[in-house]
T-cell receptor, first 113, second 115 residues
Framework: KAGVTQTPRYLIKTRGQQVTLSCSPI?????VSWYQQTPGQGLQFLFE???????NKGNFPGRFSGRQFSNSRSEMNVSTLELGDSALYLC????????????FGQGTRLTVV | AQTVTQSQPEMSVQEAETVTLSCTYD???????LFWYKQPPSRQMILVIR??????QNATENRFSVNFQKAAKSFSLKISDSQLGDTAMYFC????????????FGTGTRLTIIP
């Protein structure tokens, strides 16, 4: 069974630009969650999608958005990038029915210059 | 809101020894799950062990076991017979039972196994 796939693995963007990150969950998993990991703030929850619906959202500005497609693949978008958005973005997938084992991808390392 | 605290930023131990990582949490929830995740240099978060709060018995997975003290809101991880491959960041995490998959993480403990 293939694991969680995140693309791209590395990304360099300029301040003010926008970026889209992709996450393909494990086959059959309907829940996808996104986390931001930085040295200063640690791991912070961004949002979670289940069956194309956002069920939960963390405390991030509106520049951070996401969506989920009918095949459970998810994308997150960050608009008007700031230097502080430089981070490792992790995606996790789970079946979503109160099943608590989340499987993580290897992350996308975003650098904003 | 939940908080998870890991008070040991770094630890090191000789190979084959036993090490215990500490974690405390705060919540008003009665039903929840607690986890230990491992993040090696490859950056991928790997689930080490899970504990359901309603279970009194401490979870065990091979060389990994937990000491779950619900009243004290404490959840420590014991690694026995430590191996070089155990070198990683370890994160304690909390999820409310009806939390829609949201994990709240501690700040992590960097564990180094010394050959």
């Amino acid at each position: 069974k293939a694991g969680v796939t995140q693309t791209p693995r590395y990304l360099i963007k300029t301040r003010g630009q926008q970026v889209t990150l992709s996450c393909s969950p494990i086959s059959g998993h309907r829940s996808v969650s996104w986390y931001q990991q930085t040295p200063g703030q640690g791991l912070q929850f961004l949002f979670e999608y289940f069956s194309e619906t956002q069920r939960n959202k963390g405390n991030f500005p509106g520049r951070f958005s996401g969506r989920q497609f009918s095949n459970s693949r998810s994308e997150m978008n960050v608009s008007t990038l700031e230097l502080g958005d430089s981070a490792l973005y992790l995606c996790a997938s789970s079946p979503g029915q109160q099943n608590t084992e989340a499987f993580f991808g290897q992350g996308t390392r975003l650098t904003v210059v | 809101a939940q908080t998870v605290t890991q008070s040991q930023p770094e630890m090191s131990v000789q190979e084959a020894e036993t090490v215990t990582l500490s974690c405390t949490y705060d919540t008003s929830e009665n039903n929840y799950y607690l986890f230990w995740y491992k993040q090696p240099p490859s950056r991928q978060m790997i689930l080490v062990i899970r504990q359901e709060a309603y279970k009194q018995q401490n979870a065990t997975e091979n060389r990994f076991s937990v000491n779950f003290q619900k009243a004290a809101k404490s959840f420590s991880l014991k690694i026995s017979d430590s191996q070089l491959g155990d070198t990683a960041m370890y994160f304690c995490a909390f999820m409310a039972y009806f939390g829609n998959e949201k994990l709240t993480f501690g700040t992590g403990t960097r564990l180094t196994i010394i050959p």
